[in-house]
């Protein structure tokens, strides 16, 4: 056998090596993997806000060599409750009461009122093991609204005191000092140990309908505190993503997680289910089913390497402006790996437990981050000298 018809031989093997490999079930490698916290559990709540945003503050404190810490999340709860109630009032009811929030709860928190240990408020005063907070929302949603009728004709003074009866009831009354390691705080003494400035961390966006390089509040519900992000083009907040974590640093990530790609599974994908369903020797079996039938056909896809959408700018601002993009759920992106075709995807941490696929990591493609990213929070060191410069930060 001469030399040529050996390389041929070895092409061919390898093709059929490669596409017998991209038929199988997903094999990540990790390219950069950054340092998180045990993944938790946010059970039935409303609050993967408060989850990603502190994991993504655990890995700071990773990162800046202060050690592993477990932060309370319903610390930060309560108080976002308390100041939500407030606006609610304020506004006659014309904001969104809900479990829902954003990143800026976290940091509106950490700097007014400051932070303790998970170990110091573990929020599960009602009987129950894990987190569970349909009683005490409807609860607190009840009574607010009872308050804005104003049934008096005008506000008493115990309103607010009664409110914060129904969340301490449930999440436990906020320490005003408490012990850890043997040592003595108060909440904002323990935040000004950790020594974490909440104004080094920048909010960003990337949509059309404000001009970009300037700031706008996301029209989302839970935005109710209406803080600002810094709009980029959609190039460039994946820039920002990817060197972030090129540079070290995790990101707290909002995306829409309702769609077809993101399974419950561990991955999170756009399909493209035309092209999907008409190609194939099973070509077949995709003629006459409507779209419902075929969305359910590729979920049944969605456990290996398969063709994606191409994301554009103006596909985003449809999704948004159609209401079909949502703000659903928060992570924290903390790594890049790559699929067994050397498509890049990002490892993400999420607060659903760790009775999943991955033990609780998600891997994202990059096109389901374009697509679907509503906001995400950084360390303003961690963007690109250029584009710190476009945002005059």
């Known amino acids: 056998m001469n030399k040529w018809m050996v390389a041929a031989l070895m092409l061919v093997i390898c093709f059929t090596s490669a596409t017998a490999q991209n038929d199988d079930e997903y094999v990540f490698t990790p390219v950069k993997e950054l340092?998180?916290?045990?993944?938790?559990?946010?059970?039935?709540?409303?609050?993967?806000?408060?989850?990603?945003?502190?994991?993504?503050?655990?890995?700071?404190?990773?990162?800046?060599?202060?050690?592993?810490?477990?932060?309370?999340?319903?610390?930060?709860?309560?108080?976002?409750?308390?100041?939500?109630?407030?606006?609610?009032?304020?506004?006659?009811?014309?904001?969104?009461?809900?479990e829902g929030g954003s990143f800026d709860d976290v940091r509106y928190a950490i700097e007014h009122y400051g932070i303790v240990p998970d170990a110091v408020q573990p929020g599960l005063n009602y009987g129950e093991d894990m987190h569970a907070h349909g009683e005490m929302e409807s609860a607190a949603e009840s009574y607010v609204k009872a308050i804005v009728k104003n049934p008096n004709g005008k506000l008493t003074t115990a309103w607010k005191n009664g409110f914060d009866g129904i969340i301490d009831a449930y999440l436990g009354e906020t320490p005003q000092s408490f012990t850890y390691n043997g040592k003595s705080y108060t909440p904002q003494s323990f935040a000004k140990e950790l020594g974490l400035n909440m104004n080094d961390y920048v909010s960003l966006t990337s949509y059309t309908h404000h001009p970009f390089y300037t700031t706008f509040a996301l029209e989302i519900p839970d935005n109710w505190r209406w803080t600002e992000s810094y709009n980029l083009p959609i190039d460039e907040l994946i820039e920002?993503?990817?060197?972030?974590?090129?540079n070290g640093y995790t990101i707290a990530w909002a995306s829409d997680v309702s769609e077809v790609g993101f399974t419950r599974d561990g991955i999170g994908v756009v399909p493209d289910v035309e092209a999907i369903s008409t190609s194939g020797s099973d070509q077949e079996r995709w003629v006459g089913l409507s779209t419902r039938q075929k969305t359910d056909e590729v979920r049944k896809l969605l456990d290996k390497p398969c063709q994606e959408l191409t994301i554009t700018q103006e596909?985003?601002?449809?999704?948004?402006?159609?209401?079909?993009?949502?703000?659903?759920?928060?992570?924290?992106?903390?790594?890049?790996?790559?699929?067994?075709?050397?498509?890049?995807?990002?490892?993400?941490?999420?607060?659903?437990?760790?009775?999943?696929?991955?033990?609780?990591?998600?891997?994202?493609?990059e096109a389901f981050a374009r697509y679907k990213t509503m906001d995400i929070v950084v360390h303003k060191d961690a963007l690109p000298k250029s584009i710190r410069t476009k945002l005059k930060l």
């Open 35 to 98: 340092k998180i916290t045990p993944v938790k559990n946010q059970n039935r709540t409303g609050t993967c806000w408060c989850f990603s945003a502190l994991g993504h503050l655990e890995s700071e404190l990773l990162r800046l060599g202060k050690g592993e810490f477990d932060l309370s999340e319903m610390y930060i709860v309560n108080h976002s409750y308390k100041d939500k109630a407030d606006k609610y009032v304020r506004t006659g009811g014309m904001i969104n009461f809900a």
């Open 240 to 246: 920002v993503i990817n060197n972030a974590i090129n």
């Open 315 to 365: 596909m985003r601002q449809t999704g948004y402006d159609n209401q079909q993009t949502t703000d659903d759920h928060g992570m924290q992106i903390f790594g890049i790996a790559k699929d067994q075709t050397g498509k890049p995807f990002y490892m993400v941490k999420n607060s659903w437990g760790t009775d999943s696929k991955y033990k609780g990591i998600w891997y994202v493609s």
